[in-house]
């Protein structure tokens, strides 16, 4: 079965600063989906970023990019010129190809930005 | 808004009692799910819907938990005779042909 670990509970970062967020994965797809959402306090769940797994180039959107590892199942989040709005909870998910109800999530990051 | 909507944002039962949870989707979306999510853990699946047809339940869900989704369109979660351990954030998302989910701010259901 397919698992999602974020282990870092949680991690803070200095606004304007960089600041890197850490998930790995267990599986043994060949093809799926990545994704990092973000959960501000009390608000909905928003989609960060998304990587498919036969995309080799990594997924860039705004101040957010990922590392993508496939062979070491890594995917990290860095999250460039930390904005006191990036404070949530961040939560890394795995999709398969083929199955629509399948999306396994990590525990979560807690990130905290300080001014 | 073309959002996900879910009502009520917050419920407070007491143990025992029914409670009863709506999702409103984003309008074209044909994919709909529910999540449960408790403190400081990511959300659980627990069920999903194509359309009208409920296509897969999780073993999370278990019968106290009934799911509907009629014409298709919005979505009831009910919970029958609640436990104290059902006190969970409720999550639901739906998607369309894209691979990610879109998420409602959930109802906080908490049991006393």
């Known amino acids: 079965a397919q698992t999602v670990t974020q282990s870092q509970p949680e991690m803070s970062v200095q606004e304007a600063e960089t600041v890197t967020l850490s998930c790995t994965y267990d599986?043994?797809?060949?093809?799926?989906?990545l994704f990092w959402y973000k959960q501000p306090p009390s608000r909905q769940m928003i989609l960060v970023i998304r990587?498919?797994?036969?995309?080799?180039q990594n997924a860039t959107e705004n101040r957010f990019s990922v590392n993508f590892q496939k062979a070491a199942k890594s995917f990290s989040l860095k999250i460039s010129d930390s904005q006191l709005g990036d404070a949530a909870m961040y939560f890394c998910?795995?999709?398969?190809?083929?199955?629509?109800?399948?999306?396994?999530f990590g525990a979560g990051t807690r990130l905290t930005v300080k001014p | 808004d073309t959002g996900v909507s879910q009502d009520p944002r917050h419920k407070i039962t007491k143990r025992g009692q029914n409670v009863t949870f709506r999702c409103d989707p984003i309008?074209?979306?044909?994919?709909l799910y529910w999540y449960r999510q408790t403190l400081g853990q990511g959300p659980e699946f627990l069920t999903y819907?194509?359309?009208?047809?409920?296509?897969?339940k999780s073993r999370l869900l278990s019968d106290r938990f009934s799911a509907e989704r009629p014409k298709g369109s919005f979505s009831t979660l009910e919970i029958q005779r609640t436990e104290q351990g059902d006190s969970a954030m409720y999550l639901c998302?739906?998607?369309?042909?894209?691979?990610?989910?879109?998420f409602g701010q959930g109802t906080r259901l908490t049991v006393v």
């Open positions: 599986t043994s797809e060949s093809d799926y989906y």
């Open positions: 998910a795995y999709r398969t190809l083929f199955n629509n109800n399948d999306m396994r």
């Open positions: 819907f194509q359309n009208e047809a409920q296509l897969e």
């Open positions: 990587q498919e797994a036969y995309k080799q």
């Open positions: 998302a739906s998607s369309s042909d894209f691979p990610e989910a879109f």
């Open positions: 309008s074209e979306h044909n994919r």
